[in-house]
Nanobody, 127 residues
Framework: QVQLEESRGGSVQAGASLKVSCAAS????????MAWFRQAPGEAREFVAG????????YYADSVKGRFTISRDNSRKTVYLEMNALKPEDTAVYTC????????????????????WGKGTLVAVSS
């Protein structure tokens, strides 16, 4: 069983950058494809970015492509989400998730494609 814990998010102004991380314990982190989802108030949870177990492929929602970067360090059992040029519409609770994969199929099912979840961390962007 994998446990996932996100770092603290934060409150930033539009245009700023923020990097959040998600540390795993238990299980075999290096065998899981990992993803970040987000859920804004009153909205459904949506896929943000995903990365394969060996970090040889990454996937992004169109809304964050070119601004966000997902990465991982298997030696640290950690996945990261670097967010640049943040916009107020990026305000959400960001949650990391893991899947036994493969990511390119699991992401098509959205949240249902994931097997493990963190509790989430709030990122607030003000204009």
């Amino acid at each position: 069983q994998v446990q996932l814990e996100e770092s603290r998010g934060g409150s930033v102004q539009a245009g700023a950058s923020l990097k959040v991380s998600c540390a795993a314990s238990g299980g075999t982190f290096s065998s899981y494809d990992m993803a970040w989802f987000r859920q804004a108030p009153g909205e459904a949870r949506e896929f943000v970015a995903g990365i394969t177990s060996k970090a040889d492929n990454s996937y992004y929602a169109d809304s964050v492509k070119g601004r966000f970067t997902i990465s991982r360090d298997n030696s640290r059992k950690t996945v990261y989400l670097e967010m640049n040029a943040l916009k107020p519409e990026d305000t959400a609770v960001y949650t990391c998730a893991g899947t036994r994969g493969p990511m390119h199929l699991a992401m098509l099912s959205g949240p249902l494609g994931m097997d493990y979840w963190g509790k989430g961390t709030l990122v607030a962007v003000s204009s």
